[in-house]
DNA sequence: CATGGAAATGAACGTCGTTCAAGGATTATT
DNA sequence: AATAATCCTTGAACGACGTTCATTTCCATG
Protein backbone atom coordinates (compact mmCIF):
# COMPACT_ATOMS: atom_id res chain seq x y z
CA UNK A 1 0.00 0.00 0.00
CA UNK A 2 3.05 2.47 -1.00
CA UNK A 3 1.84 5.82 -2.03
CA UNK A 4 -0.92 7.26 0.33
CA UNK A 5 1.11 10.56 0.67
CA UNK A 6 1.39 10.43 -2.80
CA UNK A 7 -1.93 10.64 -3.62
CA UNK A 8 -2.41 13.07 -1.26
CA UNK A 9 0.26 15.36 -2.27
CA UNK A 10 -1.38 15.15 -5.84
CA UNK A 11 -4.67 15.99 -4.88
CA UNK A 12 -3.27 19.08 -2.96
CA UNK A 13 -1.73 20.08 -5.86
CA UNK A 14 -4.52 19.69 -8.24
CA UNK A 15 -6.73 21.52 -5.31
CA UNK A 16 -4.17 24.52 -5.68
CA UNK A 17 -3.60 25.13 -9.26
CA UNK A 18 -7.27 25.27 -9.38
CA UNK A 19 -7.53 27.75 -6.80
CA UNK A 20 -5.02 29.82 -7.52
CA UNK A 21 -6.27 30.13 -10.66
CA UNK A 22 -9.86 30.95 -9.58
CA UNK A 23 -8.22 33.77 -7.30
CA UNK A 24 -6.23 35.26 -10.69
CA UNK A 25 -9.53 35.05 -12.74
CA UNK A 26 -11.19 37.65 -10.56
CA UNK A 27 -8.36 39.04 -8.60
CA UNK A 28 -5.43 39.12 -10.70
CA UNK A 29 -2.23 38.08 -11.13
CA UNK A 30 -1.15 40.40 -7.41
CA UNK A 31 -4.35 39.21 -5.80
CA UNK A 32 -2.36 35.47 -5.21
CA UNK A 33 -1.48 35.12 -1.82
CA UNK A 34 0.20 31.91 0.20
CA UNK A 35 -2.09 32.53 2.82
CA UNK A 36 -5.40 33.28 0.92
CA UNK A 37 -4.60 30.20 -1.02
CA UNK A 38 -4.05 28.18 2.18
CA UNK A 39 -6.96 29.28 3.72
CA UNK A 40 -9.09 28.79 0.80
CA UNK A 41 -7.59 25.04 0.01
CA UNK A 42 -7.49 24.37 4.21
CA UNK A 43 -3.82 23.36 4.53
CA UNK A 44 -1.02 25.22 6.03
CA UNK A 45 1.01 27.80 4.01
CA UNK A 46 4.07 25.37 4.62
CA UNK A 47 2.15 22.92 2.57
CA UNK A 48 2.24 25.06 -0.36
CA UNK A 49 6.09 25.10 -0.79
CA UNK A 50 6.16 20.93 -0.20
CA UNK A 51 4.94 21.11 -3.68
CA UNK A 52 6.33 24.10 -5.51
CA UNK A 53 9.20 26.08 -5.21
CA UNK A 54 7.81 29.21 -4.78
CA UNK A 55 4.62 31.28 -5.95
CA UNK A 56 6.00 32.13 -9.18
CA UNK A 57 6.08 28.17 -9.83
CA UNK A 58 2.77 27.95 -8.73
CA UNK A 59 1.89 30.89 -11.05
CA UNK A 60 3.79 29.22 -14.02
CA UNK A 61 1.89 25.97 -13.43
CA UNK A 62 -1.43 28.00 -13.75
CA UNK A 63 -0.52 29.86 -16.49
CA UNK A 64 0.87 26.48 -18.43
CA UNK A 65 -3.00 25.64 -18.01
CA UNK A 66 -4.08 28.74 -19.49
CA UNK A 67 -1.89 28.20 -22.78
CA UNK A 68 -3.60 24.59 -22.64
CA UNK A 69 -6.89 26.03 -22.63
CA UNK A 70 -6.03 28.85 -25.59
CA UNK A 71 -4.44 26.40 -27.60
CA UNK A 72 -7.67 23.80 -27.22
CA UNK A 73 -9.56 26.45 -27.98
CA UNK A 74 -7.84 27.20 -31.17
CA UNK A 75 -7.60 23.58 -32.16
CA UNK A 76 -11.62 23.64 -31.50
CA UNK A 77 -12.48 26.79 -33.77
CA UNK A 78 -9.87 25.23 -36.66
CA UNK A 79 -11.33 21.97 -36.27
CA UNK A 80 -14.88 23.13 -38.19
CA UNK A 81 -12.83 24.48 -41.02
CA UNK A 82 -10.46 22.40 -42.58
CA UNK A 83 -11.19 23.38 -46.03
CA UNK A 84 -11.78 27.05 -46.03
CA UNK A 85 -9.39 28.91 -47.99
CA UNK A 86 -5.82 29.92 -45.80
CA UNK A 87 -6.88 33.51 -45.11
CA UNK A 88 -10.04 32.95 -43.81
CA UNK A 89 -8.09 30.29 -41.40
CA UNK A 90 -5.86 32.69 -40.06
CA UNK A 91 -8.21 35.66 -39.45
CA UNK A 92 -10.63 32.74 -38.09
CA UNK A 93 -7.51 31.46 -35.76
CA UNK A 94 -7.04 35.29 -34.81
CA UNK A 95 -10.47 36.31 -33.95
CA UNK A 96 -10.56 32.97 -31.46
CA UNK A 97 -7.02 34.24 -30.21
CA UNK A 98 -9.06 37.64 -28.72
CA UNK A 99 -11.85 35.76 -27.98
CA UNK A 100 -10.06 33.70 -25.73
CA UNK A 101 -8.25 36.88 -24.39
CA UNK A 102 -11.63 38.94 -23.92
CA UNK A 103 -13.34 35.95 -21.57
CA UNK A 104 -10.00 35.19 -19.59
CA UNK A 105 -7.93 38.52 -19.49
CA UNK A 106 -6.99 38.28 -16.35
CA UNK A 107 -5.87 34.48 -16.68
CA UNK A 108 -4.17 35.71 -19.98
CA UNK A 109 -2.93 38.71 -18.44
CA UNK A 110 -0.86 36.91 -15.74
CA UNK A 111 0.95 35.07 -18.64
CA UNK A 112 2.78 38.06 -19.22
CA UNK A 113 2.97 39.74 -15.83
CA UNK A 114 5.24 36.79 -14.57
CA UNK A 115 8.71 38.41 -14.81
CA UNK A 116 11.54 36.28 -16.35
CA UNK A 117 11.64 32.29 -15.47
CA UNK A 118 15.19 30.66 -13.91
CA UNK A 119 16.58 27.93 -15.29
CA UNK A 120 16.03 25.03 -13.62
CA UNK A 121 12.49 24.57 -13.97
CA UNK A 122 10.16 21.23 -14.94
CA UNK A 123 7.49 23.40 -16.67
CA UNK A 124 8.06 23.16 -20.15
CA UNK A 125 5.57 25.97 -21.98
CA UNK A 126 7.71 25.49 -25.27
CA UNK A 127 6.01 22.51 -26.41
CA UNK A 128 2.37 24.03 -25.99
CA UNK A 129 3.93 27.33 -27.81
CA UNK A 130 5.21 25.22 -30.56
CA UNK A 131 1.54 23.88 -31.04
CA UNK A 132 0.01 27.66 -31.32
CA UNK A 133 2.34 28.23 -33.53
CA UNK A 134 1.68 25.05 -35.93
CA UNK A 135 -1.77 26.30 -36.03
CA UNK A 136 -0.93 29.33 -37.63
CA UNK A 137 2.25 27.53 -39.94
CA UNK A 138 -0.27 25.03 -40.94
CA UNK A 139 -2.29 27.20 -42.84
CA UNK A 140 0.72 29.28 -44.09
CA UNK A 141 1.61 25.93 -45.72
CA UNK A 142 -0.73 26.15 -48.46
CA UNK A 143 -0.45 29.72 -49.11
CA UNK A 144 3.23 29.67 -49.52
CA UNK A 145 3.98 26.10 -50.69
CA UNK A 146 7.63 26.46 -51.87
CA UNK A 147 9.09 28.40 -48.78
CA UNK A 148 11.43 26.08 -46.70
CA UNK A 149 9.83 25.03 -43.63
CA UNK A 150 12.15 26.43 -41.14
CA UNK A 151 11.37 29.91 -42.70
CA UNK A 152 7.73 29.33 -42.64
CA UNK A 153 8.04 28.87 -38.78
CA UNK A 154 9.42 32.23 -38.41
CA UNK A 155 6.87 33.92 -40.49
CA UNK A 156 3.99 32.20 -38.96
CA UNK A 157 5.59 33.72 -35.41
CA UNK A 158 6.02 37.29 -36.78
CA UNK A 159 2.28 37.06 -37.78
CA UNK A 160 1.12 35.44 -34.39
CA UNK A 161 3.10 38.49 -32.78
CA UNK A 162 1.57 40.90 -34.63
CA UNK A 163 -2.04 39.79 -33.94
CA UNK A 164 -0.69 39.20 -30.21
CA UNK A 165 0.22 42.68 -30.35
CA UNK A 166 -2.76 43.71 -31.37
CA UNK A 167 -4.65 42.08 -28.84
CA UNK A 168 -1.90 43.24 -26.38
CA UNK A 169 -2.20 47.22 -26.72
CA UNK A 170 -5.88 46.85 -27.05
CA UNK A 171 -6.47 45.29 -23.92
CA UNK A 172 -4.54 47.63 -22.32
CA UNK A 173 -6.90 50.94 -21.14
CA UNK A 174 -4.35 53.34 -21.97
CA UNK A 175 -2.38 53.80 -25.23
CA UNK A 176 -5.68 54.99 -26.97
CA UNK A 177 -8.13 52.70 -26.13
CA UNK A 178 -10.12 51.43 -28.93
CA UNK A 179 -13.93 49.19 -28.99
CA UNK A 180 -13.17 45.16 -29.40
CA UNK A 181 -15.04 45.28 -32.63
CA UNK A 182 -12.52 47.48 -34.19
CA UNK A 183 -9.51 45.37 -32.57
CA UNK A 184 -11.56 42.60 -34.41
CA UNK A 185 -11.50 44.55 -37.85
CA UNK A 186 -7.71 45.31 -36.93
CA UNK A 187 -6.99 41.87 -36.53
CA UNK A 188 -8.73 41.23 -39.47
CA UNK A 189 -7.17 43.93 -41.79
CA UNK A 190 -3.47 42.78 -40.49
CA UNK A 191 -4.11 39.26 -41.12
CA UNK A 192 -5.34 39.33 -45.08
CA UNK A 193 -2.92 42.42 -45.38
CA UNK A 194 0.24 40.15 -43.97
CA UNK A 195 -1.02 37.50 -46.69
CA UNK A 196 -1.47 39.65 -49.72
CA UNK A 197 1.54 41.24 -49.22
CA UNK A 198 3.87 37.52 -48.48
CA UNK A 199 1.86 35.72 -51.75
CA UNK A 200 3.05 38.92 -53.81
CA UNK A 201 6.57 39.23 -52.31
CA UNK A 202 7.45 35.51 -53.15
CA UNK A 203 5.67 36.04 -56.08
CA UNK A 204 8.07 39.17 -57.09
CA UNK A 205 10.85 36.58 -56.41
CA UNK A 206 9.67 34.17 -58.01
CA UNK A 207 9.76 36.11 -61.70
CA UNK A 208 12.98 37.48 -60.66
CA UNK B 1 12.29 85.09 -1.59
CA UNK B 2 9.55 83.21 -1.38
CA UNK B 3 9.97 79.63 -2.50
CA UNK B 4 12.72 77.57 -0.68
CA UNK B 5 10.61 74.57 0.02
CA UNK B 6 9.59 74.37 -3.72
CA UNK B 7 12.98 74.83 -4.71
CA UNK B 8 14.08 71.47 -2.68
CA UNK B 9 10.63 69.22 -3.62
CA UNK B 10 11.33 70.32 -7.43
CA UNK B 11 14.94 69.10 -6.76
CA UNK B 12 14.11 66.08 -4.46
CA UNK B 13 10.94 65.00 -6.73
CA UNK B 14 13.93 65.65 -9.94
CA UNK B 15 16.70 63.36 -7.80
CA UNK B 16 13.56 60.54 -6.78
CA UNK B 17 12.60 59.85 -10.71
CA UNK B 18 16.46 59.73 -11.57
CA UNK B 19 17.60 57.36 -9.53
CA UNK B 20 14.12 55.60 -9.53
CA UNK B 21 15.07 55.29 -13.06
CA UNK B 22 18.74 53.76 -12.79
CA UNK B 23 17.35 51.59 -10.56
CA UNK B 24 14.75 50.31 -12.71
CA UNK B 25 17.29 50.15 -15.67
CA UNK B 26 19.56 47.67 -14.13
CA UNK B 27 17.34 45.62 -11.82
CA UNK B 28 14.11 46.03 -13.12
CA UNK B 29 11.03 47.36 -12.10
CA UNK B 30 10.42 44.80 -8.80
CA UNK B 31 14.05 46.26 -8.06
CA UNK B 32 12.59 49.43 -7.14
CA UNK B 33 12.13 49.65 -3.60
CA UNK B 34 11.63 52.83 -1.44
CA UNK B 35 13.98 52.28 1.74
CA UNK B 36 16.64 51.92 -1.00
CA UNK B 37 15.14 54.47 -3.11
CA UNK B 38 15.35 56.89 0.07
CA UNK B 39 19.35 55.72 1.08
CA UNK B 40 19.96 56.46 -2.64
CA UNK B 41 18.62 59.85 -2.52
CA UNK B 42 19.55 60.84 1.18
CA UNK B 43 15.92 61.65 2.53
CA UNK B 44 13.58 59.56 4.59
CA UNK B 45 11.07 57.04 3.42
CA UNK B 46 8.38 59.69 3.88
CA UNK B 47 9.53 62.03 1.91
CA UNK B 48 8.91 59.87 -1.06
CA UNK B 49 4.89 60.10 0.01
CA UNK B 50 5.09 64.17 0.37
CA UNK B 51 6.04 63.89 -3.54
CA UNK B 52 4.04 60.80 -4.76
CA UNK B 53 0.67 59.23 -3.98
CA UNK B 54 2.64 55.65 -3.95
CA UNK B 55 5.27 53.78 -5.47
CA UNK B 56 3.17 53.47 -8.80
CA UNK B 57 3.06 57.22 -8.83
CA UNK B 58 6.61 57.54 -8.69
CA UNK B 59 7.32 54.21 -11.74
CA UNK B 60 4.30 55.87 -13.90
CA UNK B 61 6.33 58.90 -13.67
CA UNK B 62 9.82 57.19 -14.78
CA UNK B 63 7.37 55.48 -17.79
CA UNK B 64 6.63 58.46 -18.74
CA UNK B 65 9.76 59.90 -19.09
CA UNK B 66 10.55 56.40 -20.75
CA UNK B 67 7.85 57.08 -23.32
CA UNK B 68 8.67 60.80 -23.52
CA UNK B 69 12.77 59.71 -24.96
CA UNK B 70 11.24 56.87 -27.26
CA UNK B 71 9.38 59.21 -28.93
CA UNK B 72 12.12 61.87 -29.20
CA UNK B 73 14.32 58.85 -30.62
CA UNK B 74 11.90 57.84 -33.48
CA UNK B 75 11.91 61.74 -34.35
CA UNK B 76 15.42 61.93 -34.70
CA UNK B 77 15.53 58.98 -36.89
CA UNK B 78 12.70 60.38 -39.26
CA UNK B 79 14.15 63.84 -38.98
CA UNK B 80 17.31 62.64 -41.67
CA UNK B 81 14.85 61.11 -44.17
CA UNK B 82 11.89 62.81 -44.51
CA UNK B 83 11.89 62.91 -48.72
CA UNK B 84 12.40 59.00 -48.50
CA UNK B 85 9.33 56.82 -49.71
CA UNK B 86 6.74 56.09 -46.88
CA UNK B 87 7.67 52.33 -46.93
CA UNK B 88 11.20 52.70 -46.02
CA UNK B 89 10.01 55.31 -43.13
CA UNK B 90 7.89 53.01 -41.50
CA UNK B 91 10.53 50.32 -41.66
CA UNK B 92 13.24 52.75 -40.13
CA UNK B 93 10.68 53.56 -37.65
CA UNK B 94 10.10 50.11 -37.05
CA UNK B 95 13.92 49.39 -36.71
CA UNK B 96 14.16 52.61 -34.76
CA UNK B 97 11.27 51.30 -32.10
CA UNK B 98 13.39 47.99 -31.88
CA UNK B 99 16.59 49.50 -31.58
CA UNK B 100 15.42 51.58 -28.28
CA UNK B 101 13.89 48.07 -26.70
CA UNK B 102 17.14 46.50 -27.17
CA UNK B 103 18.92 49.52 -25.36
CA UNK B 104 16.64 50.13 -22.70
CA UNK B 105 15.27 46.56 -22.19
CA UNK B 106 14.21 46.85 -18.77
CA UNK B 107 12.75 50.47 -18.69
CA UNK B 108 10.55 49.48 -21.46
CA UNK B 109 9.67 46.64 -19.87
CA UNK B 110 8.50 48.72 -16.66
CA UNK B 111 6.12 50.81 -18.76
CA UNK B 112 3.88 47.22 -19.39
CA UNK B 113 4.79 45.66 -16.11
CA UNK B 114 2.64 48.67 -13.93
CA UNK B 115 -0.80 47.57 -13.71
CA UNK B 116 -3.87 49.44 -14.30
CA UNK B 117 -3.40 53.36 -13.40
CA UNK B 118 -6.02 54.89 -11.14
CA UNK B 119 -7.76 57.84 -12.65
CA UNK B 120 -7.13 60.44 -10.19
CA UNK B 121 -4.06 60.82 -11.50
CA UNK B 122 -2.03 64.08 -12.92
CA UNK B 123 0.03 61.75 -15.22
CA UNK B 124 -1.05 62.30 -18.79
CA UNK B 125 1.40 60.07 -21.33
CA UNK B 126 -2.18 59.82 -23.95
CA UNK B 127 -0.31 62.84 -25.06
CA UNK B 128 3.01 61.23 -26.26
CA UNK B 129 1.27 58.20 -27.16
CA UNK B 130 -0.78 60.45 -29.58
CA UNK B 131 2.71 61.52 -31.05
CA UNK B 132 4.26 58.37 -31.27
CA UNK B 133 1.12 57.20 -33.30
CA UNK B 134 1.23 60.65 -35.40
CA UNK B 135 4.82 59.76 -35.95
CA UNK B 136 3.36 55.97 -37.91
CA UNK B 137 -0.05 58.25 -39.38
CA UNK B 138 2.45 60.54 -40.89
CA UNK B 139 3.95 58.47 -43.87
CA UNK B 140 0.79 56.28 -44.03
CA UNK B 141 -0.72 59.43 -45.38
CA UNK B 142 1.35 59.89 -48.58
CA UNK B 143 0.84 55.81 -48.68
CA UNK B 144 -3.17 56.03 -48.29
CA UNK B 145 -3.45 59.60 -49.63
CA UNK B 146 -7.40 59.07 -49.94
CA UNK B 147 -8.01 57.80 -46.57
CA UNK B 148 -10.21 59.73 -43.62
CA UNK B 149 -7.71 60.51 -41.08
CA UNK B 150 -9.51 58.61 -38.46
CA UNK B 151 -9.66 55.69 -40.18
CA UNK B 152 -5.71 56.35 -40.71
CA UNK B 153 -5.08 56.45 -37.01
CA UNK B 154 -6.70 53.29 -36.84
CA UNK B 155 -4.49 51.89 -38.89
CA UNK B 156 -1.30 53.56 -37.57
CA UNK B 157 -2.72 52.12 -34.33
CA UNK B 158 -2.93 48.77 -35.67
CA UNK B 159 0.39 48.47 -37.47
CA UNK B 160 2.11 50.04 -34.60
CA UNK B 161 0.62 47.21 -32.10
CA UNK B 162 2.00 44.57 -34.74
CA UNK B 163 5.49 45.52 -34.34
CA UNK B 164 5.26 45.93 -30.74
CA UNK B 165 3.89 42.69 -30.96
CA UNK B 166 6.72 41.23 -32.77
CA UNK B 167 9.67 43.12 -30.43
CA UNK B 168 7.68 42.06 -27.24
CA UNK B 169 7.23 38.45 -27.92
CA UNK B 170 10.91 39.00 -29.47
CA UNK B 171 12.09 40.05 -25.79
CA UNK B 172 10.45 37.33 -24.06
CA UNK B 173 13.13 34.32 -23.88
CA UNK B 174 10.42 32.15 -23.48
CA UNK B 175 7.88 32.00 -26.44
CA UNK B 176 10.38 30.89 -29.39
CA UNK B 177 13.52 32.73 -28.50
CA UNK B 178 14.66 34.57 -31.71
CA UNK B 179 18.19 36.45 -32.89
CA UNK B 180 18.05 40.36 -33.01
CA UNK B 181 18.46 40.09 -36.13
CA UNK B 182 15.65 38.00 -37.01
CA UNK B 183 13.47 40.28 -35.50
CA UNK B 184 14.83 42.93 -37.22
CA UNK B 185 13.66 41.00 -40.52
CA UNK B 186 10.13 40.16 -39.06
CA UNK B 187 9.58 44.02 -38.47
CA UNK B 188 10.16 44.97 -41.96
CA UNK B 189 8.83 42.34 -43.55
CA UNK B 190 5.24 42.38 -41.57
CA UNK B 191 5.58 46.28 -42.23
CA UNK B 192 6.11 45.80 -46.16
CA UNK B 193 3.46 43.16 -46.43
CA UNK B 194 1.91 45.04 -44.84
CA UNK B 195 1.87 48.28 -46.64
CA UNK B 196 1.43 46.58 -49.78
CA UNK B 197 -1.45 44.83 -48.66
CA UNK B 198 -3.17 47.95 -47.39
CA UNK B 199 -2.39 49.82 -51.21
CA UNK B 200 -3.71 46.57 -52.61
CA UNK B 201 -7.09 46.22 -50.65
CA UNK B 202 -7.42 50.46 -50.78
CA UNK B 203 -6.84 50.21 -55.04
CA UNK B 204 -9.60 47.31 -55.11
CA UNK B 205 -12.13 49.28 -53.38
CA UNK B 206 -11.63 52.13 -56.38
CA UNK B 207 -12.25 49.57 -58.90
CA UNK B 208 -15.32 48.48 -57.51
C1' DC C 1 13.51 87.57 16.99
C1' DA C 2 9.54 85.29 17.82
C1' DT C 3 5.78 82.46 16.12
C1' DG C 4 2.41 79.95 13.61
C1' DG C 5 1.79 76.70 10.06
C1' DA C 6 3.72 73.67 6.64
C1' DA C 7 6.92 69.96 5.60
C1' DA C 8 10.20 66.17 6.75
C1' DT C 9 11.28 62.48 9.72
C1' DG C 10 11.72 57.49 10.88
C1' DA C 11 9.69 54.27 14.08
C1' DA C 12 5.67 51.53 13.75
C1' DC C 13 1.84 48.83 11.43
C1' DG C 14 0.01 45.31 8.64
C1' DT C 15 1.02 42.14 4.90
C1' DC C 16 3.82 39.72 1.93
C1' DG C 17 6.87 35.36 0.52
C1' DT C 18 9.55 32.10 2.65
C1' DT C 19 11.80 29.05 6.26
C1' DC C 20 12.47 25.56 9.84
C1' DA C 21 12.29 23.33 14.48
C1' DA C 22 8.76 20.63 16.36
C1' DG C 23 5.27 17.41 16.11
C1' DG C 24 2.41 13.90 13.59
C1' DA C 25 1.82 10.41 10.18
C1' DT C 26 3.43 6.49 7.39
C1' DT C 27 6.29 2.79 6.39
C1' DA C 28 9.60 -0.89 7.72
C1' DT C 29 11.24 -4.17 11.08
C1' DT C 30 10.93 -7.45 14.72
C1' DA D 1 0.94 -5.98 16.99
C1' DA D 2 4.19 -3.16 18.68
C1' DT D 3 8.17 -0.53 18.12
C1' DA D 4 11.62 2.01 15.50
C1' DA D 5 12.92 4.80 11.69
C1' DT D 6 11.77 7.77 8.18
C1' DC D 7 9.29 11.07 5.94
C1' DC D 8 6.00 14.78 5.76
C1' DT D 9 3.18 18.62 7.45
C1' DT D 10 2.57 22.36 10.43
C1' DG D 11 2.23 27.29 11.72
C1' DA D 12 4.91 30.48 14.35
C1' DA D 13 8.76 33.25 13.18
C1' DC D 14 11.84 36.12 10.04
C1' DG D 15 13.09 39.72 7.09
C1' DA D 16 11.47 42.93 3.71
C1' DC D 17 7.97 45.33 1.61
C1' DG D 18 4.63 49.68 0.98
C1' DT D 19 2.49 52.92 3.63
C1' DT D 20 1.15 55.95 7.66
C1' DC D 21 1.38 59.42 11.31
C1' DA D 22 2.76 61.52 15.80
C1' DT D 23 6.65 64.08 16.39
C1' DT D 24 10.19 67.18 15.29
C1' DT D 25 12.31 70.56 12.25
C1' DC D 26 12.20 74.17 9.29
C1' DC D 27 10.80 78.41 6.89
C1' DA D 28 8.00 82.56 5.78
C1' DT D 29 5.98 86.12 7.92
C1' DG D 30 4.66 90.08 11.64
Redesign the interface.
Known sequence: MTGKTQKRREALRAALIEAAERRIADS?F?GLTARDLAKEVGCAVGAIYTIFRDMDALAAAVNARTTARLEQAVAIALAGETDGDARRQLVLLGQTYFGFVLDNPRLWSAI??L???GEGDDLK??AE??RL?GHVARPLERLLPDMEAARRL??A??????????V???Q?????P?PPS?VSA?IA??I???????V??RQGEREA
Not at 157 to 166: P, T
Open positions: GRFEGYRPEHAILVRSLFAAVHGISLGQSRFMVEQFIEAFCDGARR
